[in-house]
């Protein structure tokens, strides 16, 4: 494959669209499409606001976490806190520190951003906005969704780490932020040096 491709004899044409399904957090959209070779098809997808994730570290290193039940999998969920962005959010990074709050009744003193990823871009248009978050400490009550009920605790970030590198933790966004940040944030900065 070359690096100077554009990809524009792999693009897909829609030539019709609408809203199949809609409910709080997501749209399911159906489109009529014209492959690359001519044929037409359907194609389905999740339309989803940008969301952040948060890596919020405690001013002794520890990571706040949280425990959500996750219906689509049936199971509790230990991860880091997360959320949609909200139309009355300025930028992602207030969107960041009013999902920290929410979630978990924590802020941070400062935020750093660290990297934006599609997270299953095959199925979804959401892009995740991930941030390191430091000096978080417990300042307001949690500010939960009616369908939010969440745990809050801290876990060294060593622990955390260990986790997604064994395989134990099974939230991706946490996995990725865990690991953009050991592998190519901050983390891997202090070792470098």
């Known amino acids: ?41 359907d194609y389905d997808h999740l339309d989803e606001p940008p969301a952040v994730v948060i890596l919020p570290f405690t ?3 520890d990571v706040v976490v949280i425990e959500e039940w996750r219906q689509a999998v049936g199971r509790v969920n230990r991860g880091l806190p997360a959320g949609s962005v909200e139309p009355d959010d300025a930028d992602f990074e207030r969107a960041a520190r009013r999902e920290l709050r929410e979630e978990t009744g924590y802020e941070a003193d400062d935020l750093t951003a660290l990297t934006a990823l599609e997270p299953s871009n095959g199925v979804t248009n959401t892009v995740h ?3 390191a978050a430091e000096g978080c400490t417990p300042t307001a009550s949690q500010d939960l969704d009616f369908d939010e009920a969440i745990d809050v ?8 780490y260990e986790s997604v590198r064994d395989g134990d933790c099974r939230d991706a966004r946490t996995a990725l ?13 202090t070792a470098r040096s």
């Open 1 to 41: 494959m070359s690096d100077e491709s554009d990809g524009a004899d792999l693009a897909w044409e829609s030539i019709d669209s609408d809203v199949a399904y809609s409910c709080p957090g997501f749209d399911v959209v159906h489109e009529r499409v014209v492959l690359p070779d001519g044929t037409e098809s």
């Open 59 to 61: 001013p002794d290193g």
């Open 129 to 131: 906005h991930y941030f």
């Open 153 to 160: 605790g801290t876990t060294p970030y060593d622990a955390l």
């Open 177 to 189: 932020a865990v690991l953009y940040y050991e592998t190519l944030g901050p983390a891997s900065e």
